[in-house]
């Protein structure tokens, strides 16, 4: 967030009125302009490539679409849909402003289409600072906005991962077979490369999380969250609404799975799946790559695995709950881009 606030903040022009054209901040925004349909067409050519030349698992999961409990279809898509809505609350409990509701919602939509392109939540960055900022909003207050909204999503999502493993791994069950799971995925891999990267990483990490400590972005970020904390009212609806989230998500995880035949899950089951999700999505949003493509679905299908759901069934489940909480809203994400320029 300091390369993007403090770009942001240097520059100016009337392309943006008050905010800027070569501002970092505000070039996401350009390039969805410049790039939706081409992304578009790249994106369909390549997922017809992947199904000409993937693997069986890959055709396996196209092949078994057919025999799909289709009845959970439009539960997953009012949960994909209310993701967005809960984003855009917590967006005007960050920011101590009564937004209009349906275009938060619609900047929201083109937010998660900008994080397609974008790794590390930066283009939702752009695009919700860029909305606060037609809003009415100062470009500094926007920023540490969007810069609370994102530091408030930790411990939100913390406290809903505790209360859902709490709930649903009462014996332990979940974690157990979670932690017993990665446990062996450990064992596969060779001691000495995991040594000799530990050596190199952790003094890098260690170094950058010092620099990172005494930023701005940080010092911007704790001042930001202070002041939330002084709202108390839009402090838990802030947490609140960033929890909802997730959590609507990982009950979109939970109804894809049981919308799959193979999975031999039940209704019953609906917690350990969330707790699954939780898990693996964590996982895969710690590594930098826009959206967490790839690494997410692989996280999805291992976290499934730890549950005892074969590789098959499972990779149905992820690709069907990306099909629609994932892809499906990058269309109406480009078009609403138009709405939030104007």
């Known amino acids: ?174 974690l157990h077979a979670l932690g017993a799971h990665a446990a062996r995925v450990a064992e596969l891999v060779p001691p000495l490369p995991l040594l000799i990267a530990g050596g190199v990483l952790l003094p890098a990490a260690a170094l950058w999380g010092r620099r990172l400590v005494r930023s701005a972005a940080v010092r911007r970020a704790v001042t930001g969250f202070t002041g939330l904390c002084r709202r108390p009212r839009d402090l838990v609806i802030t947490l609140t609404a960033s929890a909802g989230t997730t959590f609507v998500l990982g009950v979109a995880f939970a109804l894809s799975v049981l919308a799959v035949p193979g999975t031999f899950v039940s209704p019953a089951d609906i917690l350990p799946l969330v707790a699954a999700y939780l898990v693996g999505a964590a996982a895969g949003s710690a590594i930098p790559l826009p959206g967490g493509i790839g690494s997410t679905e692989a996280l999805l299908v291992a976290a499934l695995a730890a549950l005892g759901i074969a590789a098959g069934p499972a990779l149905h489940a992820v690709l069907l709950f990306r099909a629609i909480t994932f892809w499906a809203p990058v269309p109406l994400g480009l078009l609403s881009y138009r709405t939030l320029r104007r």
Request: hydrophobic share 55%.
């Open 1 to 174: 967030m300091e390369t993007i606030t403090a770009g942001a903040t240097r520059a100016a022009s009337a392309k943006f009125p008050g905010l800027g054209a070569g501002a970092p901040l505000f070039s996401i925004l350009q390039r969805i302009r410049r790039t939706r349909w081409v992304g578009l067409g790249v994106l369909l050519a390549g997922l017809a490539a992947v199904l000409l030349t993937a693997g069986d698992p890959l055709r396996q999961a196209v092949s078994a679409l057919g025999h799909m409990r289709w009845e959970f279809l439009p539960a997953l898509v009012l949960l994909s849909l209310l993701h967005y809505v809960f984003a855009a609350v917590a967006l005007r409990g960050a920011a101590g402003r009564r937004l209009p509701l349906l275009p938060t919602t619609l900047a929201q939509f083109t937010a998660s289409a900008a994080n397609r392109i974008t790794p590390s939540g930066l283009g939702a960055a752009a695009v919700n600072t860029r909305y606060l900022v037609c809003r009415g909003l100062p470009l500094p207050r926007a920023a540490g906005a969007v810069t609370v909204l994102q530091v408030a999503g930790v411990p939100a999502d913390l406290l809903l991962m505790s209360a859902v493993l709490g709930v649903s791994g009462g014996n332990g069950r979940t």
